[in-house]
């Protein structure tokens, strides 16, 4: 007789904007089920629970002890990551939480020493590793195709309104946020730069704000050169003041070809050769920027909670985006 994989438990903690497309995926992927969301905003957490047909919970703790889930999607503001996803832990519970790890260095650090000692998995949403052009990308530089890389350059060029930040204020402030553009809309660029470029092991960079320093604390645009361990550096700015959003690029420099990632992946190469590489379109409910890969992500976390290694964008690896952006932030501030 065949065996059948058990229904995984699904709840999802903090019913924002972003929750929107856990629950999307929750629901597309075959082999989990929905079971409760928590969150301590009473009108927030009386939709979801009419959208989703689920039960709602004010209390985390309450919710892991009542709808015994086995996974926890944990999509709340910034400074509420770490103590909810480790509560999990502490429970036994898996947990897929969103970016960033933390708003703080010392609570992103608090989080990777409970990982390491927990027996339930842990993985970050750092989606935008699982796009196409990022895939092809690292497939096509680990082949050497590219000859020797003299450097890179990135850019995340968007626009917001002050209403963005009126609508949720915690965006607009270090002790909720974590800081603005870098660690809300930009890390996940910052997060391929080194992944596709390796590890950074200096950063000279600048953050300012530019539009909307009467509604915000935090930055609307930076910029900055990162030197990557092989020697080769990264040129990157980010800025939420334009009119429209422009596509987020990438783009890598060998001496024998130029990688741009641009909705897609570009392969230019020295003796004339062109290959493209589309980019998934997939219809949501969430916001087009955040790029296609959550269900992608979510499938293969799902996947590996039956395999004993950690999930390969672990803690750890989300801390590394993270003090590539605090760095910036003390450069600037003179710490």
């Not at 103590?83 to 790890?101: F, H, R, S, W, Y």
């Not at 909307?212 to 700015?237: N, P, R």
């Amino acid at each position: 007789m065949a065996l059948t994989s058990p229904v995984r438990r699904a709840a999802i903690v903090g019913c924002g904007d972003v929750s929107v497309i856990h629950a999307e995926a929750i629901e597309s992927i075959e082999g989990i089920e929905l079971v409760a969301v928590c969150d301590t905003d009473p009108d927030r957490l009386e939709s979801a629970t009419i959208d989703h047909g689920v039960a709602g919970y004010e209390d985390l703790g309450e919710m892991l002890a009542e709808a015994r889930p086995d996974v926890v999607h944990v999509t709340t503001p910034h400074h509420q990551h770490v103590q909810a996803t480790i509560d999990c832990l502490e429970a036994g519970v898996n947990v897929l939480q969103e970016k960033p790890i933390a708003h703080t260095l010392a609570e992103g650090q608090r989080l990777v020493d409970a990982a390491e000692s927990a027996k339930a998995k842990v993985g970050i949403c750092f989606q935008n590793r699982y796009n196409v052009s990022s895939e092809e990308a690292r497939r096509i530089l680990d082949s050497g195709l590219l000859g020797e890389i003299q450097g890179a350059y990135a850019s995340v060029v968007w626009t917001r309104t002050a209403d963005y930040y009126r609508a949720r204020p915690w965006r607009g402030t270090h002790a909720e946020s974590g800081g603005g553009l870098l660690i809300n809309q930009a890390i996940h660029t910052l997060d391929l730069v080194q992944w596709l470029m390796g590890e950074v092991v200096a950063v000279d960079g600048h953050a300012a704000t530019r539009k909307f320093a009467d509604v915000i604390e935090v930055e609307d645009t930076a910029e900055a050169l990162f030197t990557h361990a092989s020697g080769a550096q990264t040129s990157f700015y980010a800025t939420l003041t334009a009119p429209v959003h422009r596509p987020v690029e990438i783009e890598i420099y060998g001496d024998r070809g130029v990688l741009a990632i641009r909705n897609g992946l570009t392969l230019t190469l020295a003796d004339g050769t062109v290959e493209v590489f589309p980019e998934r379109q997939v219809a949501s409910a969430g916001r087009t920027y955040w790029g296609v890969s959550h269900e992608i992500l979510i499938r293969d976390f799902y996947a590996s909670l039956d395999e004993p290694e950690p999930f390969w964008i672990s803690p750890e690896e989300a801390m590394k985006p993270l003090r590539m952006l605090k760095t910036i932030y003390d450069q600037t501030h003179g710490k």
